[in-house]
């Protein structure tokens, strides 16, 4: 019996492993201010915005990118599936941006209630969260990713 209960982990443990990854790792939502006039963006669209190759919206309001901290789960799977690179290789942008006196990265937030405040709080602001956390209570919106 231990045996097979052993086996069964282990099992288990490989299934898992074999799962990609982002089946393992947390899931996003991408969320602007409630007066956005956004409803959907391609995935090189916020990833411009969160590079800071946008700086405008169409309605020329400026947009204003917050970022989970680097530790995050969530902005891990956020780097990965919207810039199709590790945090780490994004943050080495970040600093050759900082370094050559280009830009900024944009503002970090601890937590998706954080970043839910940012975004009522700031007309031209573009976050993400993870997607088991409600917006309730917050003028917020979710948008889709074409």
Known sequence: MKKL???TIFCGMVAFMGLPLA???ETFKIIVNQDSPVSSLAKNEVSNAFLKKNTKWDNNVAILPVDLVESSDVRETFSKAIHERKTSAVKAYWQGQIFSGRNIPPVEKKSDREILEFVHDNPGAIGYISSATAT???KVKTIEIK
Do not use: D
Request: charged share 0%; hydrophobic share 65%.
């Open 5 to 7: 209960l052993l086996i």
């Open 23 to 25: 089946a393992q790792a």
């Open 136 to 138: 309730g209570g917050f």
